[in-house]
């Protein structure tokens, strides 16, 4: 594999993002939720204002869980099919590039315009928080946006996947909104219903390791257990074991939902 030919493509994917203002949206849709919730998420409590470190960072993850692998996904979903319906798939591969570099720039580019738009509007919270809570909200709220881009790049990852097993755009967003629902909304209920429904005789042990299946879930259970004060009070830390907390092994598992899915898709994308 050629580096300079995976660069290329992604420096040009990367190129038509920012050109068509995908980039400053995003980051504009990111900075507006993430003031409103600094500044509102306790609003139910009676309080408005920042309240604590943890507790904004708490509240983030809520919006980042919903929002970010919708953005993702809509962002990856036509990478490959896109091309292959425009009839320019074709065009690029008679270049002298492998379709192994063509799949990974294009992932590469696409997640550097996902990353910059992140971090451009979570910036804005963060010099909010930095100015309010002094270097130790650097720290803690660097930590979260890390595991943030993260979990954006594993939903990338998969809609990436998603491009190439589709058959057009259609069916590729059908695809996205479909594991957007699944993973954000719908897994946790089934997991919830079958530990209830069986009144915790079965399963109660593998419950949390069936968690590790989902990004979004490795995600929320990374932040519980990076800040003290949200690990005592969120009620995932009741269920996750100590073991399974550090964050050394969530790291290497949401390093996994980032490679496996661009493996397969490379696999795949195989003629």
Do not use: C
């Amino acid at each position: 594999m050629e580096l300079r030919q995976v660069f290329a493509v992604a420096a040009k994917e990367f190129r038509d993002r920012l050109r068509n203002r995908w980039v400053l949206a995003v980051a504009l849709v990111f900075a507006v939720f993430s003031l409103v919730i600094t500044y509102a998420g306790g609003a139910q409590q009676g309080a408005v204002g920042l309240r604590s470190l943890e507790f904004t960072i708490a509240s983030l993850v809520s919006l980042v869980i919903y929002l970010v692998p919708l953005i993702a996904l809509l962002l990856g979903f036509d990478a490959i099919v896109g091309e292959r319906e425009r009839g320019s798939l074709d065009l690029l591969l008679a270049l002298p590039i492998t379709r192994g570099e063509l799949l990974l720039g294009k992932y590469l580019g696409l997640a550097g315009a996902l990353a910059l738009a992140m971090l451009a509007g979570l910036a804005l919270v963060g010099g909010v928080l930095v100015h309010r809570f002094a270097g130790t909200a650097l720290f803690h709220y660097g930590g979260f946006v890390l595991s943030a881009v993260l979990l954006g790049l594993a939903f990338l990852s998969l809609a990436v996947l998603m491009s190439v097993l589709a058959r057009d755009r259609t069916r590729a967003s059908g695809l996205a909104i479909v594991s957007w629902f699944f993973f954000v909304l719908v897994f946790d209920l089934l997991l919830l219903g079958a530990l209830v429904g069986t009144g915790g005789r079965y399963g109660a042990g593998v419950f949390p390791y069936l968690l590790l299946l989902n990004p979004a879930d490795v995600f929320r259970i990374l932040n519980v257990f990076s800040l003290e004060e949200v690990r005592n009070i969120h009620g995932v830390a009741s269920i996750v074991p100590q073991a399974l907390g550090d964050l050394r092994v969530l790291g290497l598992v949401m390093l996994a939902w980032i490679v496996a899915p661009l493996a397969l898709a490379n696999w795949r994308f195989k003629p």
